[in-house]
């Protein structure tokens, strides 16, 4: 599998820079070599790519403003309102879809956003409501695969989406969430 980030990788030293670069400040979320699998699993299309860190930009913005876990910048804030309206809208692998597999994909775009709002209320809650918020929480990544489906055909999918989701198994992020959450909040 080729490597988008490699030759990038290979020529700076600050591998935060190159996720900066890519719209992304979440180093415990993506790798170097998680790019380069969703960018195989999306078959090369860098706007597909590009898209799918965009939304994963702004989901993770949100979330850290939410939590109040990360420090913002003007900047940063200002980024990720150009990517909601300007950048995500525009992507050529969206404008290149079919009007219906837009609509499609704004669908679970919106339904990840409308799902993490909801995980910040069940947050607060006992055990079972912070299980559920975790889960729903993640919903962007049901985004991302869905668009290695756009990409691919039926085949595609159901060869390399047990896969995506063993990449990105959230187990560790869900023991992290667990600890953070009921240092947030008393237990029921």
Same mark, same amino acid.
């Not at 030293?13 to 380069?36: F, P, Q, V």
């Not at 990409?151 to 560790?172: A, H, S």
């Given at each position: 599998?080729?490597?988008?980030?490699?030759?990038?990788?290979?020529? +700076?030293?600050?591998?935060?820079?190159?996720?900066?670069?890519? $719209?992304? =400040? @979440?180093?415990?979320?993506?790798?170097?070599?998680?790019?380069?699998?969703?960018?195989?699993?999306?078959?090369? &299309?860098?706007?597909?790519?590009?898209?799918?860190?965009?939304?994963?930009?702004?989901?993770?913005?949100?979330?850290?403003?939410? !939590? =109040?876990?990360?420090?913002?910048?003007?900047?940063?804030?200002?980024?990720? /309102?150009?990517?909601?309206?300007?950048?995500?809208?525009?992507?050529? /692998? #969206?404008?290149? %879809?079919?009007?219906? #597999?837009?609509?499609?994909?704004?669908? %679970?775009?919106?339904?990840?956003? @409308?799902? #993490?709002?909801?995980?910040?209320?069940?947050? @607060? $809650?006992?055990? &079972?409501?912070? /299980?559920?918020? /975790?889960?729903? =929480?993640?919903?962007?990544? +049901?985004?991302?695969?869905?668009?290695?489906?756009?990409?691919?055909?039926?085949?595609?999918? =159901?060869?390399? *989406?047990?896969?995506?989701?063993?990449?990105? *198994?959230?187990? !560790?992020?869900?023991?992290?969430?667990?600890?953070?959450?009921?240092? +947030?909040?008393?237990?029921?």
């Amino acid at each position: 599998m080729g490597s988008f980030y490699a030759e990038e990788i290979k020529e +700076s030293e600050n591998e935060n820079k190159i996720r900066e670069k890519a $719209g992304l =400040r @979440m180093s415990r979320l993506l790798t170097s070599d998680d790019l380069d699998m969703v960018l195989y699993m999306l078959k090369g &299309d860098k706007a597909a790519l590009k898209l799918a860190l965009d939304v994963i930009y702004v989901g993770q913005l949100w979330d850290d403003l939410i !939590d =109040r876990d990360q420090e913002y910048g003007p900047d940063e804030i200002n980024n990720a /309102f150009i990517k909601a309206f300007k950048e995500i809208p525009n992507n050529p /692998f #969206y404008l290149n %879809l079919h009007p219906v #597999y837009q609509q499609q994909l704004n669908g %679970l775009i919106m339904s990840a956003a @409308m799902q #993490y709002r909801d995980s910040t209320q069940l947050e @607060m $809650g006992d055990a &079972d409501d912070r /299980f559920m918020a /975790f889960l729903i =929480r993640n919903a962007v990544l +049901s985004v991302i695969h869905y668009m290695i489906g756009l990409v691919g055909d039926e085949e595609w999918l =159901r060869e390399n *989406g047990p896969l995506f989701w063993r990449q990105f *198994g959230l187990k !560790d992020l869900y023991l992290e969430f667990v600890q953070e959450s009921e240092a +947030s909040y008393a237990t029921a």
